[in-house]
């Protein structure tokens, strides 16, 4: 099928699923999850006490620096709002999106299960003396969970926090896909989570398995199973996913909601009656007749009733007869009931089944249940994975959850349309990686190698879709690669701290000053710009008209000096080689500033001093090469003994034809040695002198790398300049010199190009990364999602399951929870720097108490620590009583202006 093939009538009213996460007992990721279900495993575990459940590991440990979340205030929070969290970023990842830089707004859709977190810190209250009761209920509050990743993932969309028992998270994705249509928001965040560990495990209930397995429509089938779990779909309304290059998992075509009133045997029990009338509406809403439909998830608890009933309301909504046998199945024969997030589970276990088109068998199945008739044909129960081919329309499914109390949920979701082929592999491309700490870039580079691997994903779209799709953290790292197998090495390479085309660099918290550095040459190296020229639309655009505007002085075509066998005899004249330069220098400028990289500081040798001119504003295009060919004519015949002085009198005519205007940035002369004024451009001799004057670049650079210049781009072919930069007295380790074109034929200008571009980015200066792909950007891919470094956050007297008996065993070691504890993010590139003076020391001493990390420099934010405004509140407090009077006049708006010691020490010491 083709992107829209099938849809256009249904365009408006579908809503697609562009991302998918997923916190599973037994399993790491999603494709463990598919291999489960494919080979029909039972993820549950045997307790102590005899019962199954499904426990999911580690959920005691959380990557609260992370989020900007304190040590202490991470172990307040609820464990089924952290898992939450790392699922909702896990989810807008899957989909490629960044929510801190998506210009739209972005709505969360989610419920949690009941949990005893508040109930276990009040009875731990002794730990926590300066936390009060408020603070526990809110950490503790289910009903905040949609409002806390709001606040942490800066989401500006509604935040609706679900509670319908068992269906929250099917109504939640229903109620998101709804706010999509409307307008409320433009992508939406929708599941749900509960974890309620060993302790949720070991309730009493009727409705529990005396075996300890969960059967749905099975004979055998004697009751539920419970679980924990968490799940996250990110949606999009369908027609903008598509024109947007979303990957589309999957389309929601319609959905409803019901409740069972009092048609039923009691507030508890489901209900025939209301589980039909929420599934036919999802068939009308979704326009679809039911037979074709080809597969449900049912709710499918295993419990004689349930499933009864669940039996007896399909049969009715779909009708007395179907062409072919509808598969049914259930998710918690593979996983138990997860409560609030069995919904959503049941339908990324449905997206993946048209993804792979192939329907898991229910485990445990053995023969079916004899009161659900499913010997009248109209359904069908299997015990291995079935084959789900492609027919004349797309493949369909209903998802069904229902609720305890009577709210009752349906789904209709088809396969998404097919999409177009990869963009291909014609390269190189650039592969930004960053992460909060060195060990997850490390993890991510790892991960990501592996799975490209695997995958057949291409590579511009992998390119794409971790250029706009992911966050950028301080610890950076590029690879430049040509095709998906040379990004797997290299990408492996990395992991292993040996890859010759990748390197990382942690940038400082705001983006460093950039200076453009033109060099003269002494041998004309055009031809190295050639694969620039014919690869990239800026270049080509500003060295064509570059070639223009001189062609009649010159009496060549300077795009003829990029191909070896044309015009050398011309090439080896100074006339020329000054134009042609300018040209290439001048065109690699623009391509810079394509990107998004402009200078703050431009200096130029020699003939480069005029691609630097038009850099700061000072001359325009045809000004500046004006100048250049008219120069290089005199210099030629210089060379054949005319007097200098008789020179200058021609150039002070040519320059007296030009209006130089004030600079926009720092032009530093590479005659002075200073930056040029306003006045100076106005002075014919400050471009007459350029004949006669000695060249004073190490000057100049003295002023460049002594002023707040942090990155030296050199623009030009070669590193002519390098050996001068690096060797000069004020360059230091906090400068970082960038090469811009190999000085080589045999050279690839494209992939220096694009190590440059990563250099830079790697520094911190932003990229406009649509301009690497010529305003036709590939489409989104799925691809690996951040390894977050999880520390334990445990509450002690509730019981949880380690992923490796070693992990559990290693999180002894943890301080109690009143013992400030070191930042999670504390192997940062630089050692924290310590106070300096006594004003310093007293707040550093506050802000440890306060926020309960231990290892605190003067230059650390106060929120990215964690730090809120109860916090701010405290702190105030004891910085009055640490410090008097000194900070007797200070107010909370005094931190959240000052949020770093140094700068917070400096207004104390100021009044």
């Not at 005691?60 to 992370?66: E, K, V």
């Not at 309304?237 to 045997?265: F, P, Q, Y």
Request: proline share 7%.
């Amino acid at each position: 099928m083709s992107d829209t093939e099938g849809y256009d009538e249904d365009l408006q009213s579908s809503v697609a699923v562009v991302g998918l996460a997923a916190r599973v007992p037994g399993v790491a990721d999603l494709d463990e999850f598919w291999a489960a279900l494919v080979e029909g495993r039972d993820l549950t575990s045997r307790l102590d006490s005899g019962r199954r459940y499904g426990l999911l590991a580690d959920t005691d440990r959380f990557d609260a620096a992370f989020f900007g979340i304190s040590p202490q205030d991470a172990q307040l929070l609820d464990p089924q709002t952290r898992v939450f969290l790392e699922c909702a970023w896990e989810a807008l990842e899957h989909g490629g999106y960044d929510p801190h830089t998506y210009p739209g707004a972005i709505g969360v859709y989610a419920g949690s299960g009941e949990s005893d977190h508040l109930t276990a810190l009040r009875a731990q209250r002794h730990r926590f003396p300066h936390v009060t009761d408020e603070q526990l209920r809110l950490a503790g509050s289910r009903d905040l969970l949609t409002s806390r990743v709001a606040y942490a993932l800066n989401l500006h969309g509604p935040a609706i926090t679900v509670h319908t028992a068992c269906s929250t998270s099917l109504v939640a994705t229903h109620l998101a896909g709804q706010a999509l249509l409307a307008g409320d928001c433009d992508l939406a965040l929708a599941g749900g989570v509960t974890v309620r560990g060993i302790a949720g495990a070991g309730e009493a209930d009727d409705l529990l398995s005396p075996s300890g397995y969960c059967r749905p429509f099975d004979a055998e089938a004697d009751g539920m199973v419970g679980a924990d779990g968490a799940g996250v779909v990110l949606l999009k309304r369908l027609t903008e996913a598509l024109e947007d290059g979303d990957h589309v998992h999957a389309v929601i075509r319609g959905s409803a909601l019901g409740n069972d009133g009092s048609t039923k045997m009691g507030f508890t029990a489901p209900s025939v009656t209301g589980q039909v009338a929420a599934i036919r509406s999802a068939h009308l809403l979704a326009d679809v007749d039911p037979d074709t439909i080809g597969y449900v998830e049912a709710h499918g608890t295993g419990t004689a009733i349930g499933d009864a009933i669940e039996f007896r309301a399909l049969t009715e909504a779909f009708g007395a007869e179907l062409p072919q046998p509808c598969v049914l199945g259930s998710v918690k024969s593979n996983i138990g009931h997860a409560d609030t997030a069995a919904g959503v589970l049941g339908l990324i276990k449905v997206v993946l089944s048209l993804r792979h088109g192939l329907i898991p068998g229910t485990a445990h199945f053995r023969s079916p249940n004899p009161h659900l008739d499913l010997a009248a044909g109209r359904f069908t129960v299997t015990s291995t994975a079935t084959s789900w081919p492609a027919g004349a329309v797309p493949r369909r499914a209903g998802v069904n959850s229902t609720g305890v109390g009577g709210t009752n949920a349906h789904l209709i979701v088809e396969e998404a349309p097919a999409p177009p082929p990869p963009a291909g592999e014609d390269g190189p491309h650039l592969l930004p990686l960053s992460a909060r700490t060195a060990a997850a870039l490390t993890e991510s580079a790892a991960r990501l190698s592996a799975h490209l691997d695997r995958n057949p994903v291409g590579i511009a779209e992998t390119a794409w879709t971790l250029q706009t799709g992911r966050a950028e953290f301080e610890h950076r790292a590029v690879v430049v690669c040509r095709d998906r197998a040379e990004a797997v090495r290299s990408l492996a390479g990395l992991a292993g701290a040996e890859g010759p085309q990748a390197s990382g660099r942690s940038p400082k918290k705001t983006p460093p000053q950039v200076a453009f550095l033109f060099p003269d040459s002494p041998e004309l190296r055009v031809r190295v710009a050639r694969e620039l020229y014919e690869a990239e639309p800026v270049f080509r655009a500003v060295f064509d008209d570059c070639a223009e505007l001189a062609a009649a002085d010159l009496g060549l075509d300077l795009r003829q000096l990029l191909y070896p066998d044309s015009a050398e005899t011309a090439a080896a004249t100074t006339a020329v080689a000054g134009p042609a330069l300018f040209a290439l220098q001048h065109a690699l400028a623009e391509l810079w500033g394509a990107r998004g990289i402009e200078p703050n500081a431009v200096l130029g040798h020699s003939v480069g001093a005029f691609a630097a001119a038009v850099s700061a504003g000072v001359l325009t295009r045809s000004e500046a090469l004006s100048l250049v060919i008219t120069r290089g004519r005199l210099l030629a015949r210089h060379r054949e003994a005319v007097r200098i002085d008789d020179l200058n009198h021609e150039y002070a005519a040519a320059v007296a034809t030009v209006r130089p205007a004030p600079p926009r940035i720092a032009w530093i002369s590479d005659q002075t040695g200073e930056p040029v004024g306003a006045s100076e451009v106005a002075d014919p001799a400050c471009w007459t002198g350029h004949l006669r004057r000695t060249v004073r670049f190490s000057d100049a650079l003295r002023t460049v790398l002594t002023g707040p210049t942090e990155v030296l781009v050199e623009i030009g072919p070669g590193r002519t300049l390098e050996t001068l930069v690096r060797r000069h007295p004020d360059f230091g380790p906090d400068h970082l010199f960038v090469p811009g074109l190999p000085g080589d034929e045999g050279s690839e200008a494209h992939l220096e190009a694009l190590h440059a571009l990563g250099g830079v980015w790697q520094a911190g200066l932003p990229v406009r990364w649509t301009a690497l792909h010529d305003g036709r950007p590939p489409r989104r891919v799925p691809l690996t999602t951040y390894p977050f470094q999880r520390e334990r956050y445990a509450i002690e007297g509730r019981e949880t399951v380690a992923a490796e008996p070693t992990a559990a065993a290693a999180s002894e070691a943890l301080a109690a929870p009143d013992t400030p504890q070191p930042a999670p993010d504390a192997e940062a590139a630089r050692a924290p720097a310590e106070p300096r003076t006594p004003v310093e020391k007293a707040i550093v001493d506050v802000w440890r108490q306060v926020l309960r990390v231990s290892q605190i420099g003067i230059d650390d934010d106060f929120f990215e620590l964690g730090g809120q405004s109860l916090h701010a509140t405290r702190v105030l407090s004891r910085l009055r009583s640490a410090l008097g009077s000194q900070a007797a006049g200070l107010t909370v708006m005094d931190i959240f202006d000052h949020t770093t010691i140094r700068e917070f020490a400096t207004l104390l010491e100021e009044t």
